[in-house]
């Protein structure tokens, strides 16, 4: 039996296969690109294709309608193939390229976020120095009384500029060397990183272009932002995020474990990390900002631990697996070429290191920036991702904790969810009478919603719940003109209807997306609950809350502790910090003191395994109601 | 209009195209590889392809017979499109593949060659040292109270057996570390490179395993050879050779640095050498030996200047245009990683310094082997390659210089030339009366003639000459059952009928292969000539002869000299000691004295342009007849 995948404005790729064999399967073994957040159960909807010939067996889903249905759209992982057959897959990584989006820096939220953890980091004593240099060398062009070769030319130019013992040129720098000395007249600038008495030559650009360019990059299991700065002045130059390619593989970490682990995986996962979504982010960056990919001298990397494994094409399985042994927390020795980053071949890539199988580099990076290391105060640092992971601590001590909050806080696993970019609702308010909604949408003014993302999720079910619209379960309890239900009778609140969206779809809430919010709310504080439980330390004791993740700016704390996400403290102890994991690889790539921090900072936190402490799953399911089991843990909300 | 290659047993290729272009340049524009080592001049015959269809215009060569081209074949050098149409390309690179022939390292000549040059080296004070360890670990399994990475594991094991300070693990090592230690149940060699305080960790190999391989290359521009050894003994694992794939861009240097300037041509050249050529010499030579390619740690290659630049990828223009600037002489930081080679990805890739644009590093690596530079006695040493270099000198002082001789000494632009391999005549008696020749075949009892080599053509020239049968000049002036003559009159002698050879072909030395042998030989005494004289040196003050080179080891120095090819000094001066580059290449690869003895020749020896230098023209000239103009310079041929 054939199936021929006719991929959305791109090739068709055929495979054969069985009677009965499941279409989601083939689309990977034939490596055709399928969004499967939810990896194959047919709760995400995101695996649709259209039907163009032959026949399948599909189970009905939720995810299409009786329209679509007619119109040939199923989900693949729910169809069987019983006949020859043809199906149109939307092109998914040209829907992740385009979906690059770039900051506006001339926007002053972006730089005085940025500006205020880097001066934050200088008052705590952090200097942001390295050992990168542009020396600008005039050479004399060879003759036939002087014919020295080209690498002894520029090494003798380096010694007498820079005082250096010897020079490396690594094979990258080599193999443009005798073009860009004679396309230049011989006048070039020498860029390379100087340590003790070695001149490692990393670019050879033009007389004048003495800029050094370093890239900060966060990698999150959903989303990923890097930032491009000038090494010099430590300023932005270009910062930009998109998703993660991988998602394909599934939505969480232990189904992209195991998707790495089958034949061939290991690879699959890094080409989309990599390839997919890397090297398309860093190229528009460098081309926004003016340089080519060889500028970038200096790469840190903020990654939880399975994605930094993934990344390097590691295998992950032990990560999954008792004893939970990563192959690696900290390690030194990697450099872009080696993975094929879009940067120089020879530029260090420094990952923040890794605290545990389920703390990254990613917290790392997010402790250092927010400063909890040198405070006197007792913080607690929430990073709300796919993983949810705490950090509790000053200077004294630090411990931290993972929990599988899922994609709902970046809008995944939500049926209108989105990332808080232009057309998300990021706030909302409900009226109690007539159930109209408020909405406020990022983008420029005038902008009409597209979806909605974790902040705005975070109103919405604070105020259905308020208003008594929706129970202490998530379903709906009232009736009226915003409230809708399906033929099975789940209920849904809509926030736009077709006509008031951008897109011209309903933008709505149903009770899945709330289940699954109330799910990922419910992770995150029954682990600060359990945490703080462990150091025997009541809420009271907490002096500051940093949150931070890509759940929005926008996020209304009320609302966040009235639905029972975060603990009831006083609400000026509140913090939103946006992405900590990426302005802690920003001053890591600025200078290698932070980098030194970073390690001291892994180095010394104590991991809670969370999956296996007593009491934690008790929890957590009494923290699957809004607010939860106990309401007194919620004075305020009351 | 349409042309499409049909590559022998294997894909098509289709290329669009307008009438009258060149099919060889349309070839090369596709990708198609083809065999033409006179970069399409018409003159070595080897870029023959046969018309499946359409129609071509192509002027008559004196490669193809009437039969020929009444099926078909043509020289695609020669024509030209006119039609749409379709050829049968022969697969070169096939073909290239299959001529990988390796040594019989039974054979007690292959181990004494090498053993004898070792042990030379060892009694004139070359230590064979190198910083490569295996060390055997037997590691504890981690648990739920050992929760040690793998890396930080591995590492601390390490610095205990060796007492290192730091342990580097390079991104190929550290890939594959998970899998390693849990295949080999935590029980492994570590293999690595110990430099000061710093072990950079290579390769994870099961406990027993502690064999280190080191790969020693020469790459000529016509030949590749390849040798392993065991660094901890210094013996030969494996040895093989092959063609340079390059051939198909120009049998000489120049033609493959034009090549190499064309758009692409870089990548090119080098994928020919590298992917082509290398690396399936030596996937081959580790299969024989049993090993994985990631055990060879070193690797040491003897090559020409010009080879070095295109294994590289380095742009070469500079070296053939005036001022003759290669990019570099000595390069010290390749990775087998960087270029892709079939080898530990981390291994380093010592190449032999250059010492001009025309001398390279086979023959610092030769004149390593050779050892003129600890001998008293005055020492010339003539490497016998497509380009002939010449060394003089000894322990006090050592001059170099170069000629071009094409590629006849190794067999090219011979009409049945081949390397000095089974089936090739390496040496040859003619009886002067009957004018029957007495072949001396290379292979087992029984071989008969596939063509022959550089020492058998010696032989066939000198017998003709000596017997009257051609003149100074190399043209045939008596007739007989063994001279034929083409409808253009150009002579030929029949080494054997069709009958008599393995091929059914018959096997000849033509006027125009002779003519091609005298320039050969001409350039190479030539070259001899005019740097004695530029020393102002005479003949007499010779000590002793090193012949090097593909040429075969049944050279017959007795008539080498009598058609003027080699200076006439007496006999017991000479010797023949084979591929010195590649010998002096695993002189280096067994220890770093050597390596840096090398460095020492290299900047040590004086190096004599030729091309510009006054009177060499005009002794070319005069050498290009048996023997010479000046036939009192060959006493011993009168």
């Not at 995400?44 to 040939?72: D, F, M, N, W």
């Amino acid at each position: 039996m054939k199936v021929t995948f006719q991929i959305q404005g791109g090739e068709a790729v055929c495979i054969e296969c069985s009677a009965g064999e499941n279409l989601l399967e083939l689309a990977r073994r034939a490596n055709v690109a399928m969004d499967a957040p939810c990896s194959g159960n047919g709760s995400c909807g995101k695996c649709r294709v259209q039907l163009l010939s032959g026949e399948v067996e599909s189970a009905p889903s939720r995810h299409i309608t009786a329209e679509e249905y007619q119109a040939g759209w199923r989900l693949s992982c729910c169809t069987k193939v019983v006949s020859d057959c043809a199906v149109l897959v939307p092109d998914i990584a040209g829907a992740y390229r385009s979906r690059i989006k770039t900051a506006d820096l001339n926007s002053p939220r972006e730089i005085a976020a940025f500006n205020q953890i880097m001066d934050a980091l200088r008052g705590a004593g952090i200097a942001f120095t390295h050992g990168y240099k542009a020396v600008s060398l005039a050479l004399s062009a060879p003759t036939l009384d002087d014919t020295m070769p080209d690498n002894e030319r520029v090494t003798r130019a380096i010694i007498q500029a820079t005082g250096c013992a010897r020079v490396v040129i690594p094979y990258g720098a080599m193999a443009r060397l005798a073009r860009a000395l004679r396309e230049n007249g011989w006048k070039v600038c020498a860029k390379g990183l100087l340590q003790g008495e070695i001149f490692t030559l990393m670019d050879i650009a033009p007389y004048e272009n003495t800029l050094l360019c370093a890239a900060a990059i966060d990698i999150g299991t959903t989303t990923v932002t890097a930032a491009l700065l000038d090494l010099d002045t430590g300023l932005l130059l270009a910062k930009g995020s998109c998703g993660n390619a991988q998602i394909r593989y599934g939505a969480d970490v232990i189904n992209r474990i195991i998707q790495s682990g089958r034949p061939g995986g290991q690879k699959r996962l890094q080409e989309a990390i990599v390839e997919e979504t890397l090297n398309p982010l860093l190229s528009r960056l460098c081309a926004g900002a003016g340089l080519d990919t060889n500028a970038i001298v200096r790469l840190c990397i903020g990654a939880n631990t399975t994605m930094n494994h993934l990344l390097l094409g590691v295998d992950a399985q032990s990560v999954r697996m008792e004893p939970y042994i990563p192959s690696f927390f900290a390690w030194e020795d990697l450099k872009a070429g080696d993975i094929g980053l879009a940067a120089n071949a020879a530029a260090p890539v420094v990952l923040a290191p890794n605290i545990g199988s389920y703390v990254g580099g990613d917290i790392t990076a997010g402790t250092l920036a927010a400063g909890l290391w040198n405070s006197e105060e007792m913080c607690l640092f929430i990073d709300l991702g796919t993983n949810g992971e705490i950090v509790f601590g000053n200077r004294e001590f630090m411990m931290s904790c993972a929990c599988s909050a899922g994609p709902a806080f970046e809008g995944g696993d939500i049926s209108c969810g989105m990332r808080s970019t232009d057309g998300a609702i990021e706030a909302c308010t409900i009226n109690g009478e007539t159930m109209e909604p408020t909405l406020s949408v990022i983008g420029p003014e005038g902008q009409k919603c597209v979806g909605i993302c974790g902040s705005g999720i975070i109103d919405v079910i604070a105020q259905l719940y308020r208003h008594g619209i929706i129970n202490a379960k998530g379903l709906f309890v009232r009736e009226g003109k915003r409230i809708k239900r399906d033929r099975h009778g789940m209920g849904r609140y809509i926030l736009a209807f077709p006509q008031e969206s951008e897109t011209g779809r309903e933008i709505s809430l149903n009770e899945v997306d709330i289940d699954n919010f109330i799910r990922a709310k419910g992770a995150i504080y029954s682990a600060i609950h359990t945490m703080l439980a462990a150091v025997d330390m009541p809420v009271e004791c907490i002096d500051r809350v940093y949150v931070a993740g890509g759940i929005g700016s926008g996020i209304n704390m009320d609302n966040a502790v009235s639905i029972g996400m975060l603990p009831d403290v006083p609400r000026e102890k509140f913090r939103y910090i946006g992405n900590a994991s990426l302005m802690g690889s920003c001053a890591m790539a600025c200078g290698v003191q932070a980098q030194e921090k970073c390690g001291e900072i892994a180095a010394n936190m104590t991991y809670l395994e969370l999956s296996t402490y007593p009491g934690y799953m008790d929890n957590f399911v009494a923290a699957c109601f809004i607010p939860h089991t106990n309401a007194a843990l919620f004075p305020s909300a009351l």
